[in-house]
C-alpha cells in the first residue's frame, strides 16, 4: 500500500500546502498555549487565574460561534481564513513585544486571551468548513479532517516539549515570538492555494433566520443534537484538565515547566495514534461506537490522573487521555461533516467549536474554582467520571441514532441496501422517531 493510498486526500494539491503550513504554524500555537499556562502560573501561583485564562481566551467560541457560522456560509471562507491568521499572528506578536519591554502582566495576558478566542470564535468554523473547498474529491474529505487531527497532536506534541526547554533556557517571550513567526508559513500555503469561491446560498436571508434556521437543523435532528451534547459535555467536564496541569506538574509531582511539556507531549503521543486510526478508516460506519468509547476511555484516563502521584504514572495514562479526546473531537468532526447538508455547514461547524470549545471556558472557569476548594486531582477525578456517565447515555440511545443515519449513508453511497424499501426520504426519515434498521446494519 503506497502512500497515497493511505492518506488520498494528501493528493490534493490545495490540501497538501495547507497541510505544510498549518503543520509549521500548529508548533508555535501550541508553544505559545504551555508559555502561557505557566507564565500566569508562576506570576501569580493561583489556580483561579489559571482557570480565568482557559475561560476568556474560549469562551467567545461560546458566544459569537452561531454568529460566526452564519457567516461563513455566507462569505467567501478563504478571504475570511487568511483574515483570521494574520490577526492571530498580530496577537502572537503584541505578546512577545509586551514581554520583550518587560510590560506583561497576568491581565494583558487575559486580555489578549481574550482578543485570540474572538478571532478563534470565527477561525474554528472557517477552517472545518474550508475542508471542503481543498480536498478535489468528496471522499477524501473524511481523511483530510483526520489527518488535520493528526497533524494538530504532532504538533502537541512536539510544541510543549520544545516550549518546555525554552522557557527554562530563555523565558516565555521567545515561545511567543515564533508562534507569531510560525503563521507566515499557513498564509504562505494559502496564498499559493488555487481555490473557486463557495457560493453564498443563505445571503438572500437576514442574519438571525440564518441563525435559527441552523439551530433548527442541528438541534431538531437527533445524530448532530446527541454528537453535539456529548461534545459539549466531554468538554465541559474534562477538557480544561490541560489548564490545571501547571498544578499537577509543581505541587502533585514536584516538577517544573519541562514536566508540564512532558505530560502534554504524552497526551499527544495518544492523541496522534488515535488521529492516525481515524486517518485509517475507509469508513464512517461504526464512528458512533467509537465516540461511546472515546468518552468512557478519556474519563478512566482522568479519574487514574487524579489518582496519580508519581510522574512515571503520569506519564503512563496522558496517552490514554489524549487518544480518548482526540477520537471523541476527531469523529464527531468526521460524522458531522458527513451527514451535514453543504449549506448548513458552516453553521453546523460552528456549533461543533462551540460544543468544543466553547465549552471548554465554562469548564476551566469551574475547574480553577473547584481546585482552590477540593485540589486539581480532585477535580479531574469528578469531570472523569462524568464523562463516564455521558459515554453510557450515548451508548444507550445508538441503535436509534443508527436508523435516522441510514438513509444518508445510503444516499452518499456508504451503505448498498440490502432491499430498495429502506431508500427513504432524508426528510421523512428525520421527522419519524418510529424507523428501525434492516438486521444487516450492525456497525
Known amino acids: 500500500m503506497d502512500f497515497f493510498t493511505l492518506f ?64 461563513v456560509d455566507r462569505v467567501n471562507r478563504y478571504r475570511l481564513l487568511l ?15 509586551l514581554m520583550e519591554m518587560g510590560l506583561l502582566t497576568v491581565w494583558h495576558v487575559l486580555a489578549l486571551s481574550l482578543l485570540l478566542g474572538m478571532i478563534n470564535a470565527f477561525d474554528m468554523p472557517t477552517r472545518h468548513a474550508f475542508f471542503i473547498h481543498m480536498v478535489d474529491q468528496r471522499e477524501h474529505l473524511a481523511n483530510a479532517i483526520a489527518l488535520n487531527g493528526a ?8 510544541g510543549p516539549t520544545i ?20 503563521y507566515l508559513a499557513v498564509l504562505g500555503s494559502l496564498l499559493m492555494m488555487n481555490i473557486r469561491p463557495n457560493t453564498s446560498p443563505t445571503s438572500h436571508q437576514n442574519l438571525l433566520q440564518n441563525l435559527a434556521e441552523g439551530f433548527r437543523y442541528a438541534f431538531g435532528f437527533p445524530p448532530i443534537r446527541s454528537l453535539l451534547f456529548l461534545l459539549g459535555l466531554v468538554s465541559l467536564s474534562g477538557a480544561s484538565y490541560a489548564q490545571l496541569l501547571p498544578i499537577f506538574a509543581q ?56 489518582v496519580s502521584r508519581w510522574l512515571w504514572l503520569s506519564l503512563a495514562v496522558m496517552p490514554l487521555i489524549g487518544l480518548g479526546m482526540i477520537l471523541q473531537i476527531g469523529g464527531t468532526n468526521i460524522l458531522l461533516q458527513t451527514i451535514v447538508e453543504e449549506d448548513k455547514r458552516g453553521r453546523v461547524m460552528s456549533l461543533y467549536s462551540m460544543a468544543w470549545m466553547g465549552m471548554d471556558p465554562l469548564g476551566s472557569l469551574l475547574a480553577g474554582m473547584l481546585a482552590h476548594l477540593m485540589g486539581a486531582p480532585g477535580v479531574v477525578i469528578l469531570g472523569g467520571i462524568c464523562c463516564m456517565v455521558g459515554a453510557g447515555d450515548f451508548a444507550r440511545r445508538l441503535p436509534f441514532l443508527r436508523k435516522l443515519l441510514y438513509p444518508i449513508y445510503i444516499r452518499q453511497g456508504i451503505i448498498v441496501p440490502a432491499s430498495p424499501e429502506w431508500v427513504a426520504p432524508i426528510a421523512s426519515t428525520r421527522n419519524s422517531e418510529e424507523s428501525s434498521p434492516p438486521p444487516a446494519d450492525k456497525n
Open 251 to 306: 505541587q502533585v509531582l514536584q516538577g517544573d515547566a519541562r514536566t508540564q511539556g512532558f505530560l502534554l507531549s504524552a497526551s499527544a503521543v495518544g492523541a496522534l495514534a488515535g488521529s492516525l486510526y481515524l486517518a485509517s478508516r475507509r469508513t464512517v460506519r461504526g464512528l458512533g461506537r467509537v465516540q461511546a468509547l472515546a468518552a468512557a476511555l478519556f474519563g478512566v484516563g482522568l479519574i487514574l490522573l487524579g
Open 151 to 158: 497533524m494538530v497532536q504532532l504538533a502537541r506534541l512536539i
Open 83 to 97: 483574515l483570521t491568521q494574520m490577526l492571530a499572528m498580530l496577537q502572537a506578536l503584541a505578546l512577545a513585544a
Open 8 to 71: 488520498p486526500s494528501l493528493r490534493s494539491r490545495n490540501f497538501r500546502l495547507f497541510f505544510l503550513g498549518q503543520s509549521i504554524s500548529l508548533i508555535g500555537t501550541w508553544m505559545q498555549i504551555t508559555a502561557v499556562a505557566w507564565l500566569v502560573w508562576r506570576l501569580s501561583y493561583n489556580p483561579v487565574l489559571l482557570g480565568m485564562v482557559g475561560f476568556v481566551g474560549r469562551i467567545p467560541t461560546f458566544l459569537l460561534a452561531p454568529v460566526a457560522g452564519v457567516m
Open 163 to 182: 516550549a518546555g526547554l525554552l522557557i527554562a533556557a530563555v523565558g516565555e517571550g521567545f515561545c511567543f515570538l515564533l508562534n507569531g513567526l510560525s
